[in-house]
């Protein structure tokens, strides 16, 4: 049986990779504030937690784990001259320490898991494309794309750590960019494909890095962003 973790699962992203892996031989478990976005007739354990502030209890994880997402994220963009100390803050607690809190403690169950295991992170396209009103979440995210790296090299070749940088996607935490029509039209003109993302689009890619299938990746940020961040 392998055990996966999926924090930030139960909505959006977090939820449709869950749902992809799901399978007999699969073990789900979800992370996150609160379960009751989770389909009742999805079967996963759920562990209710506020990562931004807590910390994972050994009691509440398996004694192995083949893999770990971590899918919480932030989305407030502001003018610089209006961002707070605290936006920043904020904006690195979730987005970083929360995922260096979740890899801490699950780093001892990964090792355990005989065939190897693979971290999957969440970054943005704000990172390698620079845009307006995005500082503070690029900041925390150019974090992320750095840990991702460094842990990468450090935990070689026993676990694989890779991360994905999506643009704006159909997700609860995006739905003030997306809902009106007109919104939604704009949002999908910004992209050279011409559309916005779906949750689907960033959850396959997760899936396979999370799999055998992806062995010999390590240390790569994946841009799910409908060509933004490299076509004009």
């Not at 689907?200 to 961040?229: K, P, R, Y």
């Amino acid at each position: 049986m392998k055990n996966y973790l999926i924090v930030g699962g139960s909505s959006g992203i977090g939820l449709k990779i869950a749902q992809l892996l799901q399978g007999p031989e699969r073990e789900i478990i979800i992370a996150s504030r609160k379960r009751e976005n989770v389909p009742e007739h999805f079967h996963a354990g759920h562990i209710e937690i506020d990562i931004s502030e807590q910390a994972f209890d050994d009691e509440m994880l398996p004694e192995t784990l083949q893999g770990v997402v971590y899918c919480p994220g932030t989305i407030k963009l502001r003018p610089f001259h209006r961002l707070k100390d605290d936006d920043f803050v904020n904006d690195f607690s979730i987005n970083v320490m929360g995922a260096v809190r979740t890899v801490r403690v699950c780093l001892p169950l990964l090792k355990k898991s005989a065939e190897g295991a693979s971290i999957v992170l969440f970054s943005t396209v704000a990172v390698e494309t620079g845009m307006p009103y995005h500082a503070s979440i690029a900041s925390a995210k150019g974090a992320v794309q750095g840990l991702t790296r460094s842990l990468a090299a450090e935990f070689a070749p026993e676990i694989r750590v890779n991360a994905i940088a999506p643009s704006l996607t159909d997700t609860p935490l995006a739905q003030q960019f997306l809902s009106t029509d007109q919104k939604r039209k704009l949002a999908a003109e910004r992209h050279p494909l011409q559309r916005y993302g779906k949750p689907e689009d960033c959850a396959h890619l997760a899936v396979f890095l999370l799999e055998n299938e992806s062995s010999w990746i390590t240390g790569q940020i994946f841009h799910v962003d409908g060509g933004m961040s490299s076509i004009k």
